[in-house]
């Protein structure tokens, strides 16, 4: 019996599937219909055996790593070394007009923070809640601190992440049990880089400044440029005294760490709007889709396809038909560099005659 056979199996274990092969027991000569006592004194077992083959095929399925779920796959990714990345926190940079004592708590906008150094503030709770456009929100604090006439929030620094989801995790024991990263090679550099709290993706290029270098280049968990703060922290974590071995990388290796830039990116198109909507609403609709798409292909792909703008419109629940797409004023695809990242500049609608 192979994977699919024993599955097939244990769905066909129905209440009526089990009671049918017990009736087929009984002699024929006995009163064995629905509601007879024969039929009563059998159907809780049947019920009680349909009950267990359920829970015996749930149990099949987490047994498994490519089909286990939530803390059984956890259970199975710990036996490869792999843990769940928890929620982080986010960091903002805070603007005072004094220094601000480390442990200090504020409150803003239904959130509150805690002072680290260098006036730099961290979300309290975890997760991309911590995400939020605070930018100028104003910071009030818990306990009163003398002379403190300006506490703002700053620009973010390390953005927040909900732990990680069950693809996520397989994904990344798939690459332990696999062995594809291992031994400082090109997949452990990315796999130790994106471990760094705030980190979204990473690439990584070899050689890059001649023997023993190493360049990553990454994005923060909002798909966005790195800040200095984050380039520091994975710099931190994986060679912290170049060459010395003292982090993640092996002695001899020296690494650098940058970050990713936009490639600006204006999208024209001539559309009809479906009744009730105008040209307005196709804006709204079609930026909201392409700033999602942009995030979802950083680092992924090098490509801006031509064909993935139509199907855009082509879905846009405002549109009703669209003509002379075009990408930076070219009907054709945009290429990327390795170290780029799509950055929606401006959207163009024309409501077609």
């Known amino acids: 019996m192979n ?3 024993a599955k097939a199996f244990f769905e066909s274990q129905t209440f009526e599937a089990i009671m049918e092969r017990m009736l087929e ?3 024929d000569n006995l009163d064995k219909r629905e509601n007879s006592v024969i039929w009563n004194a059998l159907s809780p077992a049947a019920a009680e055996l349909a009950q267990s083959y359920i829970w015996i095929e749930n149990i099949f399925d987490q047994a498994f790593a ?3 779920q939530g803390e059984f796959l956890e259970k199975r990714a710990i036996e490869a070394g792999i843990e769940r990345q928890p929620a982080t926190k986010a960091v903002w940079q805070g603007l005072f007009n004094i220094d601000i004592a480390p442990g200090t708590r504020f409150y803003a906008e239904a959130l509150y923070f805690v002072a680290l150094t260098n006036n730099q503030i961290q979300c309290e709770t975890a997760g991309e809640e911590g995400n ?3 930018l100028g929100q104003l ?3 818990l306990d009163t601190i003398p002379n403190l006439t300006i506490a703002e929030i700053g620009d973010q620094l390390i953005p927040a992440r909900d732990a990680e989801e069950d693809s996520s995790l397989y994904q990344r024991y798939l690459v332990r049990v696999r062995r594809e990263a291992v031994s400082g090679n090109k997949e452990h550099y990315r796999q130790w880089a994106e471990e760094v709290d705030g980190v979204g993706r990473a690439r990584v290029f070899p050689l890059s400044n001649g ?3 190493v360049k990553i280049v990454i994005i923060n968990a909002n798909m966005q440029p790195a800040s200095q703060a984050l380039l520091d ?4 974590y994986i060679d912290p005294m170049p060459g010395q071995g003292e982090g993640q990388a092996p ?9 990713a830039v936009y490639k600006q990116v204006q999208i024209t198109a001539d559309v009809l709007p479906v009744t009730g909507r105008t040209v307005d609403d196709v804006k709204r609709e079609v930026e909201y889709e392409l700033q999602s798409f942009f995030r979802r292909i950083a680092f992924e792909e090098n490509v801006v396809r031509l064909s993935q703008i139509m199907n855009i419109l082509y879905h846009a629940q405002s549109v009703s038909d669209y003509s002379n797409v075009l990408i930076n004023g070219v009907a054709d695809n945009l290429e990327l560099l390795e170290t780029e990242i799509p950055l929606l500049q401006e959207v163009i609608i024309h409501e077609q005659n």
């Not at 002695?251 to 970050?259: D, K, Y």
């Open 3 to 5: 994977f699919q056979q």
């Open 25 to 27: 027991r009984i002699p």
């Open 66 to 68: 490519d089909t286990a």
């Open 132 to 134: 939020r456009h605070l």
């Open 139 to 141: 910071l009030q604090p």
């Open 211 to 213: 023997n023993g270098t």
């Open 233 to 236: 922290s994975v710099r931190n």
């Open 251 to 259: 002695i001899g290796a020296t690494l650098t760490v940058e970050s």
